[in-house]
């Protein structure tokens, strides 16, 4: 007879992965992918070195993971914020400001999940991983194109040209230096979130209006509901 595994053991190996992930992630925002060794993760996640093999049989497949999760955790974020955006404009602007906050929030694990060299080959995770993060933006442009907001395009190409901005804006070795001033941070998210809504073709005083009114309580009061790296639109 086949050994079935029990909702509960389920739950068990389940929380250990994620236990393990979360170490991973925590590593890399502190130290960057020089930080994430099976040993030093085990140690964080509370658990053997051999009991992160048996879930991630080596490096390269941790590191995969882990970008995938951080991925997953990004886009979770935009389609919260642009889902509750007025309309498909707004809610363009909303997930193009998010993802230059988010940036912004966490620039080390950003440049760890993005570009950072490795010693192991985690190039097909990464790819994987701007896709989906341009599928989503393509999606609102595509939207706002529907509802006549923006000139005709091609959406896939416009929105890998938008992240390719904003992450070379904010992470590239020309981007600014201190994140840790609230003014500057601001500044740098909402400049980039003008030259992208620009770029797709929105007129400047309306790309102007719709980046003003999103509130980003990462560098203001939070908000109810809201956390670190989220922005809130107005209606």
């Excluded at 079935?4 to 739950?11: K, S």
């Excluded at 960057?32 to 040993?39: C, L, R, S, T, Y």
């Excluded at 966490?106 to 490795?118: D, G, I, T």
């Excluded at 989503?136 to 091609?154: D, K, S, T, V």
Aim: aromatic share 4%; charged share 20%.
């Amino acid at each position: 007879m086949a050994y079935r595994r029990t909702d509960q053991v389920i739950r068990r190996l389940t929380a250990r992965r994620n236990a393990i992930l979360a170490a991973a992630r925590t590593a890399a925002a502190e130290g960057g992918m020089d930080a994430v060794q099976i040993a030093p993760v085990a140690r964080r996640a509370r658990v053997a070195a051999g009991t992160v093999y048996r879930y991630f049989p080596a490096k390269a497949e941790l590191i995969a993971e882990l970008i995938a999760d951080v991925t997953r955790t990004e886009l979770a974020a935009i389609r919260r914020a642009a889902n509750a955006a007025p309309g498909p404009l707004s809610a363009l602007a909303v997930a193009v400001t998010t993802v230059a906050l988010r940036i912004m929030s966490n620039r080390r694990l950003a440049w760890a999940v993005m570009a950072e060299p490795v010693d192991v080959d985690v190039s097909a995770a990464r790819v994987a991983s701007r896709r989906d993060l341009v599928a989503e933006i393509a999606f609102r442009i595509e939207a706002a194109m529907r509802g006549g907001h923006l000139p005709a395009q091609e959406a896939i190409l416009s929105a890998t040209a938008v992240l390719g901005a904003l992450y070379e804006g904010l992470i590239g070795p020309l981007s600014p230096e201190d994140a840790r001033d609230a003014a500057k941070t601001r500044d740098a998210v909402q400049t980039l979130a003008l030259f992208a809504l620009r770029a797709v073709g929105v007129m400047d005083a309306r790309a102007r209006g719709l980046v003003v009114q999103i509130t980003m309580p990462a560098f203001a009061s939070p908000q109810p509901g809201a956390s670190a790296g989220d922005v809130v639109p107005r209606t």
